[in-house]
């Protein structure tokens, strides 16, 4: 048998539109999709699929329920054969268990630990005394106690083991708290502590409506000693690149809407929310991944992203563009006035002034070239080839062929480079910025303080990365995973890039690569000239991708059978070539002799 939550889980992840679409020709009406009856034979729609409440009903035969009756229905499957159907349509993994046997979830304690706390944060929010403050919180930002409620908002008094001492009373265990990022321990103690004190609490769901994780925000405006967010960390039942904070409320309207609003942070979510704006989503705390822009393509192909308008916002931005792009999405961009973010525009202006804002959303490519061109990117000709290096990462994205088509004309018009030759550019290892913002105006370090090896940069570049998110931020801007020769590397590159903040192995890894990223966060050894040894790094990892690549084409050439086809691998070798000379020049010859000449 499959226990009811996990049947739960696949009902709230399956797209019935999706499944039910497979057997017949739906065709969208308002809110529903209709079809001519499966089930018998008509010349006139009857069918219809009504998505926001998760059943099909036929007016002609009578013929309705879930999705699970559906694929019961027409193949002849029993629920069990079904569940495990749409499951894996869903991407969901099932588990039967045995009749009988109590614990029918293996990770049913950790549900029932996060259960409790939400439900104890909720009553301290809600106590006379001890919420007060919080609440007046919420007041000021605009979140009356309705869509507190609907979110959950709950309260971490300023005490060190309040929940702890409440838990206790009610039998939970001390260990699985510290597992869930309840509680925590120092290292001068082994005594547990609460590690949420004086925060808003936002408690995370799965698309099942089961809270997974956490989320808290400082209260206290003068507790610089403290970051202003404290998160779970990764558990079996949580990570934070498969997830969305806000998606379980935020599903039905994201179809009904056809796109979704993708923000920063959990007030942004709840902020949009209490002035009407249903459809509205956040990352938890990475940089938006594939696996969540795979759960928001179930429900629409429109983004808007509204991240806030600093520096590292439109870093996150385009990021998280790029990332929509390779997944199907055609994303644009809203624009907020400077030193803003969705929730003060909604506070100081109101949502019909952030609806002004939505309707003046670029494409995520138009936006590129109107800041590069703010910033005078075509000026000179050195300018735009830097220029050209920033808009080739989102060419490549685009996995629509019309979408990359008109993006690579435009980009062609506007910089003065051929079709053709931003075609041959896409196709080769990306070139891509120095370590500063502007490549155009960047040099070369001097000679570095500490040289490492080709084998070590991998190794010494991520030791670098897991001392902050600064060098993840670095790092994420000038090399990709596909640079690593390492598999384990490449998995801990990737698993930063996600969460930055990362303290321990997310419980997906590799066993090999989870020992080393443990190895790297228990590190101390001080690295000493940081900026030289991570442009040493990048610089060795990116010229060892090179060769690695050129070897390749030799081999390929080798087992050539027509002239041509060795003639074009001989020319896109010769290519990659020259472009590792451009990164490591031989001793003794200039950079730029080929121009000084």
């Known amino acids: ?35 001519n009856c499966p089930f018998h034979e008509e010349r006139t729609p009857s069918f219809y ?22 694929v019961m229905e027409k193949q002849g499957m029993d629920f069990v054969e079904a569940v495990k159907h749409v499951a894996a349509r869903s991407g969901v993994e ?65 005490e060190w083991r309040a929940l702890k001492e409440a838990a206790a009373t009610h039998g939970l265990d001390e260990a699985l708290m510290l597992e869930v990022g309840l509680l925590g321990k120092s290292e001068k103690s082994d005594e547990p502590y609460d590690r949420f004190r004086d ?74 929310a209490a002035r009407g704006f249903e459809n509205v989503v956040a990352p938890l705390g990475t940089a938006l991944t594939h696996d969540q822009a795979r759960l928001l393509s179930k429900y629409c192909t429109r983004v808007l992203l509204l991240f806030d308008s600093d520096a590292a916002g439109l870093k996150a931005t385009f990021r998280g563009g790029d990332v929509l792009l390779e997944e199907g999405f055609h994303p644009a961009v809203v624009t907020l006035p400077s030193g803003e973010d969705p929730d003060t525009v909604v506070r100081k202006e109101g949502p019909e002034a952030l609806k002004r804002y939505m309707d003046d959303a670029l494409d995520v490519l138009d936006r590129k070239l109107q800041i590069l061109e703010q910033k005078d990117f075509f000026s000179t000709i ?60 960047a040099r070369p370090p001097a000679k570095a303080a500490a040289r490492v090896s080709r084998s070590g940069a991998e190794l010494m570049l991520l030791l670098l990365m897991v001392r902050g998110a600064d060098w993840v931020e670095r790092a994420a801007e000038v090399i990709s995973g596909e640079d690593f020769d ?41 690295i000493g000239h940081g900026i030289e040894v991570f442009a040493d790094s990048v610089k060795r990892i990116r010229v060892s991708a090179l060769d690695r690549r050129i070897r390749a084409l030799q081999e390929q050439a080798e ?31 200039p950079r730029h002799a080929g121009l000084e000449a």
């Open 559 to 589: 087992a050539a059978t027509t002239e041509k086809e060795k003639s074009g691998l001989t020319v896109e070798m010769h290519g990659l070539a020259q472009e590792r000379r451009e990164l490591d020049p031989p001793i003794g010859r």
């Open 382 to 441: 050195e300018r735009t080839r830097s220029a050209v290096d920033r808009l080739l990462p989102t060419l490549r994205a685009a996995a629509d062929p019309a979408l990359r088509d008109i993006y690579v004309d435009k980009v062609a018009k506007r910089t003065g480079v051929r079709r053709e030759t931003l075609e041959a550019e896409m196709k080769r290892t990306r070139r891509r910025p120095a370590l500063g913002v502007d490549s155009a105006t």
């Open 94 to 158: 099932v588990r039967e268990v045995k009749r009988g046997r109590e614990e029918e979830d293996p990770h049913r304690a950790l549900y029932e630990i996060n259960a409790f706390a939400r439900d104890w944060f909720r009553k301290q929010l809600l106590d006379e005394k001890v919420g007060e403050r919080a609440r007046a919180y919420l007041h000021n930002r605009g979140v009356g106690p309705e869509i507190a409620e609907r979110f959950g908002l709950g309260y971490a008094p300023d």
């Open 486 to 526: 390492d598999p384990h590397n490449r998995a801990i590159f990737q698993a930063l890039l996600d969460n930055p903040e990362m303290r321990s192995p997310p419980s997906s890894m590799d066993p090999v690569a989870a020992q080393r990223l443990e190895g790297m966060l228990s590190d101390s050894q001080e």
């Open 199 to 272: 925060r808003i609490i936002f408690p995370i769901e799965g698309l099942s409506g089961r809270v997974i994780a956490f989320g808290g925000r400082i209260l206290r405006a003068d507790a610089k000693d403290a970051p202003k967010y404290y998160n779970s960390p990764e558990t079996p039942i949580y990570q934070k690149g498969h997830n969305l904070y806000g998606l379980s409320w935020a599903r039905h309207a994201i179809r009904k809407d056809e796109k979704v609003l993708v923000v920063e942070g959990y007030m942004d979510v709840v902020s949009l």
């Open 49 to 70: 699929v009504v998505p926001d409440k998760g059943f099909f009903k036929c007016f002609g035969c009578g013929k309705s329920g879930d999705v699970f009756s559906f």
């Open 1 to 35: 048998m499959i226990a009811d939550d996990m049947v739960e889980e696949v009902r709230a992840r399956a797209d019935i539109v999706d499944v039910i679409g497979e057997f017949v020709a739906l065709k969208k009406s308002g809110r529903e999709y209709k079809a």
